[in-house]
């Protein structure tokens, strides 16, 4: 059977000279869109439709086939069967409330669809009447308010969420979906926020509703008064906040798993291995078996939790030893195969098992494990769009973890330690590590380790400047917690340092081909100030006097670095142009730096001249260090523990409407209406009368 006979809903008779039959749906759909009243004849007309099983796709392209004339024509008879189906939604007669559900699904999409240029106005009139909107907006909120909060099957309050998925996705930018006032004024809130304390319905239903509310929480922020940011902001009971946590942690969880799953694959045995090396020949990049679509919605999920909601940061740090077993459903909810990774909610066989084996030898893990593992794999790959946007809401949600006391608090506690081992990229210059067992260390050791393992593996000719930035501004927060209280963490602090370096290498040879794109000058200040943090205040935060000795030890063995850095930066500010200052600025910046340098060379060719030495081992160089602290000078610099705090307005208003677009498109892809198997609702209400 064609396309389009399937669409038309058509039955043949076994002869084939007879005319195909419509079913009786779709000769009912047909006299919606005839002028007269289809109640007129029948006046039970609207009882017998909800009765008959929906056909979606005829429905969605008959509406869609409608031209502006016809419209005026037809509106009285949508804005009827828009009326009826919020009355349905009331009936006791489950199979009307399913019907009445995909009806207004397709009634939002094929609206929408035929009348993009159109104004919100317009849309709201065709639908509902605008005259009428307001009662029929309402009346349907509040139904599925009680459907949501009722006892009702969880098929029914699956199809609750995904109509209101559909509704919030069907214009690109939310913000322009005008409808959504009426959803604001009667808020939906808590009807949303009930699903997530349960264990069972989490299991169902949390992922649609978590992703839901960051959605709802997007519509005009800037613009109005939003009160799903207002309620978000206020939540402080833990069964809530925990149950929001949980979404999170199993979908990013089951995604990391998966990746794993796939990268063990990649690796597994020699002929695997061969495999591969052919593969390679014929694919342009041979990692690109390892790319797993990334999940920027739940991403949005737990930024609008954390940037929001203070209370959530305690959530971060609850240890799940295993998450937590859902019994299973009478109906699965149906999948679509073809769905990439990522995109939609964990699979049921994640959220009805226990959490698979974690680390070797850890016994617990929690949110923010989750979270780190799962920033390790997307922050490796940055030139795809999406997975550049994913690393860069990672650092955005780091961001704000890093400026909280609370959180910096638990990040260092040294009675919380967990092992969490990062994803590392496969780079030539460096050996792939065999000894996987990651030492036990305070949480802030593993945020640390992912800036500088993408400090050190980012430096190519596309250079992502601003997550660099947004690295370095992260080490540089959480540098000034330890300094501020005195936070002595045992760290291996010359890996960053080391990094840091080859960053302003990397600047200083590649000068002319970045300047053309970005002001360099001003990550080689925030570069050049962490040293001069290290350097002013290294003495009440590093853990041993010999860890500060080292920093002079690396400063002094790459002074050429330093050296370089000054003579660009002095040449810039001498001469006339638009990196004037901002060049200035880094030359003042280097003066201990350059005090350290010039005060320790001579002093070191000194000794080994006077001793015959013609190269000094670290153990020399660090004594002639030790002994010539007394008589070096340096500048007390201000502000140096000083930072910008995060601000979403206006710095990052264009990202997230850019991010919120992508993730309303992607939502509305997967929110296929033929995946809530009419015929599996069908069948769980066949028995109800």
Request: hydrophobic share 40%; charged share 20%; glycine share 2%.
């Amino acid at each position: 059977m064609s396309q389009v006979e399937k669409k038309a809903g058509l039955l043949r008779r076994t002869s084939s000279s007879k005319k195909p039959l419509k079913e009786k749906v779709v000769l009912m759909y047909d006299e919606i869109f005839a002028k007269e009243d289809p109640a007129k004849n029948n006046p039970r007309f609207w009882d017998e439709l909800f009765l008959m099983k929906v056909n979606l796709e005829y429905l969605e392209s008959k509406l869609e086939s409608v031209d502006g004339e016809e419209v005026q024509r037809i509106q009285d008879n949508i804005n009827s069967l828009f009326h009826h189906c919020v009355q349905a939604l009331g009936e006791e007669h489950q199979i009307k409330v399913v019907n009445a559900l995909q009806t207004l699904c397709a009634l939002f999409r094929g609206v929408h669809q035929k009348n993009k240029s159109a104004s919100g106005f317009d849309i709201i009139n065709m639908l509902m009447g605008f005259d009428k909107a307001e009662l029929r907006m309402k009346d349907l909120m509040e139904s599925l308010d009680s459907l949501l909060c009722g006892e009702g099957s969880d098929s029914l309050k699956s199809l609750c969420l995904k109509l209101l998925l559909c509704l919030v996705t069907v214009t690109d930018n939310i913000s322009q979906n005008t409808i959504l006032e009426y959803v604001m004024i009667n808020s939906i809130f808590e009807a949303i926020l009930q699903i997530l304390p349960d264990v069972s319905s989490r299991g169902q239903h949390g992922y649609d509703a978590v992703v839901l509310l960051a959605l709802l929480v997007n519509y005009r922020k800037y613009e109005s008064v939003n009160p799903y940011i207002v309620k978000l902001s206020i939540v402080d009971d833990e069964p809530n906040l925990n149950g929001m946590g949980m979404v999170v942690h199993q979908a990013l969880t089951e995604y990391n798993r998966q990746y794993k799953d796939k990268e063990e694959e990649n690796q597994g045995g020699f002929f695997s291995t061969l495999s591969n090396m052919v593969g390679s020949m014929f694919i342009a990049d041979a990692d690109e078996k390892l790319s797993v679509q990334t999940n920027e919605a739940i991403l949005l999920a737990l930024y609008e939790a954390v940037h929001l909601n203070r209370n959530f940061i305690t959530v971060l740090a609850q240890s799940h030893p295993e998450i937590d077993m859902v019994g299973t459903p009478a109906t699965p909810i149906p999948t679509t195969p073809t769905t990439p990774l990522g995109t939609t909610p964990p699979s049921l066989d994640m959220m009805n098992n226990p959490e698979l084996p974690l680390d070797p030898n850890l016994q617990t893990s929690n949110l923010l494990i989750t979270f780190l593992k799962y920033a390790s794999i997307v922050m490796q790959d940055t030139k795809d769009e999406h997975r550049l946007n994913s690393a860069r809401l990672c650092l955005i949600i780091l961001t704000c973890i890093a400026e909280d006391q609370y959180a910096d608090a638990f990040l260092h506690d040294d009675n919380m330690n967990f092992r969490v081992n990062l994803h590392k990229m496969p780079m030539r210059h460096r050996k792939k590590a065999v000894d996987k067992t990651t030492p036990s260390r305070p949480l802030v050791c593993a945020v640390l380790d992912l800036m500088v393992e993408f400090i050190v593996t980012h430096m190519m000719k596309d250079f992502p400047m601003d997550l660099y930035l947004r690295c370095v501004q992260i080490i540089h927060k959480l540098i000034c917690y330890q300094k501020k209280c005195r936070i002595r963490l045992h760290y291996t602090w010359r890996e960053l340092w080391s990094a840091l370096i080859n960053l302003l290498k990397f600047l200083l040879s590649n000068e002319t081909t970045l300047l053309a794109k970005y002001n360099i000058f001003h990550l080689a200040l925030l570069v050049v100030n962490l040293f001069n943090m290290f350097i002013t205040y290294g003495d009440t935060f590093l853990p041993t006097s010999n860890s500060y000795d080292e920093l002079y030890y690396e400063i002094v063995r790459m002074h050429q670095v330093f050296d370089n850095l000054y003579c660009m930066v002095l040449r810039v500010s001498t001469n006339t142009g638009q990196w004037k200052e901002p060049a200035s600025k880094v030359t003042h910046a280097l003066v201990n730096v350059r005090a350290i340098i010039n005060h320790f060379n001579p002093k070191i060719e000194s000794y080994a001249a006077v001793n015959h030495i013609s190269q000094l081992s670290e153990e020399q160089v660090l004594e002639v260090v030790r002994s010539n602290y007394d008589t070096l000078t340096l500048k007390l610099q201000d502000g140096l523990d000083q930072f910008e705090r995060y601000s979403e307005q206006p710095k990052e208003a264009a990202f997230f409407k850019e991010l919120v677009r992508s993730i309303s498109l992607n939502v509305r892809k997967n929110v296929s209406l033929n995946t809530l198997s009419q015929d599996v609702l069908l069948k769980e209400f066949s028995t109800i009368s």
